[in-house]
Each structure stands twice: as structure tokens, then as C-alpha cells.
Nanobody, 116 residues
Framework: QVQLVESGGGLVQPGGSLTLSCIASGTIDKIYAMGWYRQAPGKQRELVAA???????DVKDFVRERFSISRDNAKNTIYLHMNNLKPEDTAVYYC??????????WGQGTQVTVSS
């Protein structure tokens, strides 16, 4: 089993920044990639960014100029660095761990609210 725990969400004004963290624990040796998804009210969950065990990032086009993803293997932690936040970034952000061959693990989610 794998446990994922997110932190770092909160209320931020438009144009502000936040960094989300996700710590993985448990049997993580089969996890080959981790990522961040988000789900806004009334919308489907969408992939925002992912990073492989080798550190190869994949940030989706709609946030690529403002968000970045990184990882610290020694801490079993990934980060989502969010800059120039907009109200449309408001969502619950979920950490995901992908295990070979086709198992997904999810964190409990952390709320990000962008509002003045």
C-alpha cells in the first residue's frame, strides 16, 4: 500500500504563489511516476503536472507558463510550484502515484482558493 499526504493549500490573492507538497510512504518501490491533478466544482478531475522517477517533468499546456513540478527523492516528496495564480486555478488539488502496471493511488486532496 502507498499513502500520499498533500499539504500547502490555502487562500491566496490573484497573482500570488503557492507550493504544494506531497509525501509518499509505504510500499513505493513500484511507483514510476507521481503527479498533481485538480478538480474544480462541477468539473472533471484534470491532470496538471507529472514527474517520473527519473525526474522528467510534464506540465500541461494550460499552466505551463505558471506552474512547475519537482521532486526530492530523498524525502519521497513531490512539489507543485504555482505562480501568478488566477481565480480559475481554484480547485481541490490531488496528489497521484502511478504504480506498475496500472494502479493509481490518491491523496486526500488540498484546497486551493484564489480570490481577492
Amino acid at each position: 500500500q502507498v499513502q500520499l499526504v498533500e499539504s500547502g493549500g490555502g487562500l491566496v490573492q490573484p497573482g500570488g504563489s503557492l507550493t504544494l507538497s506531497c509525501i509518499a510512504s509505504g510500499t513505493i518501490d513500484k511507483i514510476y511516476a507521481m503527479g498533481w491533478y485538480r478538480q474544480a466544482p462541477g468539473k472533471q478531475r484534470e491532470l496538471v503536472a507529472a514527474i517520473t522517477n527519473a525526474g522528467r517533468p510534464d506540465v500541461k499546456d494550460f499552466v505551463r507558463e505558471r506552474f512547475s513540478i519537482s521532486r526530492d527523492n530523498a524525502k519521497n516528496t513531490i512539489y507543485l510550484h504555482m505562480n501568478n495564480l488566477k481565480p480559475e486555478d481554484t480547485a481541490v488539488y490531488y496528489c497521484n502515484g502511478a504504480e506498475w502496471p496500472s494502479i493509481d493511488y490518491w491523496g486526500q486532496g488540498t484546497q486551493v482558493t484564489v480570490s481577492s
